[in-house]
């Protein structure tokens, strides 16, 4: 089998390393290919020199290579469109239609759809670059924080909080006057804050049943404790599955994953592939837990994908296959019974100005149960070197049968092997596990 995996970052180094450890992809004696690639992708794949948004030469490439599935990995080529022009040619293919990629590409109609069918998500209201003083209005008599997110992709940074007025304005003549995020600010929402604490679930399904991966977290910003810039996330563990209760998790699959699918199935956007739920559980009343839709995406996560894929045991290859194929009701999922913490090695001062080009040492020196993807990297002119090519640089990754406490360790004794000069990595994550059982 022949398999094209388009992207090539940290995500996708973990996607391709489900796949290439997968007993179907072994057994068969497939081959698989990646999307430029990057030093940790090129060591179990071919790279081939077709960007990820290039969707014309991708469909012209599986159909002379015989590709017999391809995964896409980001979410710019979902939104552009890159399932229907696949499947258009009859090339199998795992991930969501344009129509339903809008699940993330436009935050208002992903908002309206919740609205609709009443899944539970915050209150808020839409506006463009045509209402503006309506939006100014709006803004002058709500109650603070609010949370500001640009309709369309803004690459993780189109969700601002602000605290009052004055911050409020500035930010929508951001959006809309300074185009700060392009055309994707020109519609925009205002959103109710909510309070809480986070959860990301992942949900592999082809449009009608589904299978639920482990719950995992996410350290969104650059300071540890949850402090500084937001960024593309700095860290993530799993699985978070004991921050709720049963009836919780009852709420989460009856109240929010079953109903989007039914919802889009009737808006004639039948969703396939892996939709990502990004939860706020709030406290509505003392001891009473809430879960709230934050946001969707239309693919796996990063880091979430990092540290929630190597928990897998069943086939990951022949769960993607099933998404593609409509068959998820005869795939059995299989989780190993282990903890798992990923950390996220980035050059300093990201997520603003970095410097990129040095290089790193201690890569290949991981041990088993323990993983290093690669995210911002390339080779040096020579290929001897491996250098930093970018914000986020690695991935590191490790995994526990004892517990979160002994993964988290296992997971910095492994950074401590590794050094790129300016090195930056949060010290803190899984800090919220740790809260979450000392309660």
């Known amino acids: 089998m022949k398999i094209l995996l388009v992207g090539n970052g940290g995500r996708e180094n973990a996607i391709a390393n489900g796949i290439y450890n997968s007993p179907s992809f072994i057994n068969s004696k497939s081959v698989l290919y990646t999307t430029i690639g990057n030093p940790g992708l ?133 959006f809309v006057d300074n185009k700060v995020f392009g055309d994707a600010g020109l519609n925009f929402i205002i959103e109710e804050f909510l309070t809480g604490f986070e959860l990301s679930l992942f949900v592999i399904t082809d449009g009608i049943n589904y299978a639920a991966l482990p719950f995992s977290q996410d350290h969104k910003k650059i300071g540890e404790g949850d402090t500084g810039k937001n960024t593309g996330g700095m860290g993530a563990y799993a699985p978070a599955d004991n921050m709720i209760d049963k009836d919780i998790y009852e709420n989460i699959m009856m109240g929010i994953i079953e109903p989007t699918l039914q919802g889009m199935v009737k808006e004639g956007r039948k969703y396939k592939g892996c939709l990502y ?67 996220i090695l980035a050059s300093a001062g990201y997520p603003e100005k970095y410097e990129t080009g040095k290089i790193i040492q201690g890569l290949w020196n991981n041990s088993k149960d323990t993983f290093i993807f690669h995210s911002g990297t390339r080779y040096s002119a020579d290929k001897k070197d491996v250098l930093t090519n970018g914000g986020r640089i690695l991935s590191v990754v490790a995994l526990s049968d004892i517990s979160m406490e002994d993964s988290i360790k296992n997971c910095y004794a492994e950074i401590e092997k590794i050094n790129f000069e300016n090195m930056y990595f949060r010290k803190d994550i899984g800090f919220k596990y740790k809260k979450s059982i000392n309660k």
């Open 277 to 343: 739920c990004g939860l706020m559980i709030t406290e509505k009343s003392p001891g009473a837990l809430q879960p709230y839709v934050i946001e969707f995406n239309a693919r796996f996560g990063d880091p979430e994908t990092q540290s929630v894929l190597p928990l897998i045991k069943s086939d990951f290859l022949e769960l993607l296959l099933a998404s593609a194929e409509e068959k998820i009701n005869e795939y059995r999922l299989e989780v190993y019974d282990k903890y798992s913490c990923c950390v």
């Open 42 to 174: 090129d060591k179990i794949s071919t790279p081939i020199d077709i960007k990820p948004a290039e969707i014309d030469k991708l469909v012209l490439f599986a159909k002379k290579e015989n590709i017999h599935f391809t995964v896409v990995g980001p979410e710019i080529p979902l939104s552009l469109g890159i399932v229907d022009a696949f499947e258009k040619e009859n090339l199998k293919i795992f991930g969501p239609s344009r129509k339903a990629a809008e699940l993330e590409s436009s935050k208002i109609f992903a908002k309206n759809l919740m609205k609709k069918y009443r899944i539970p998500t915050a209150e808020y209201k839409e506006f463009n670059s045509g209402n503006l003083k309506d939006a100014c209005e709006y803004l002058m008599y709500s109650k603070y924080p609010l949370v500001i997110k640009a309709d369309g992709l803004a690459a993780g940074k189109g969700v601002i909080i602000v605290n009052n007025y004055a911050e409020a304005k500035d930010v929508i003549t951001d």
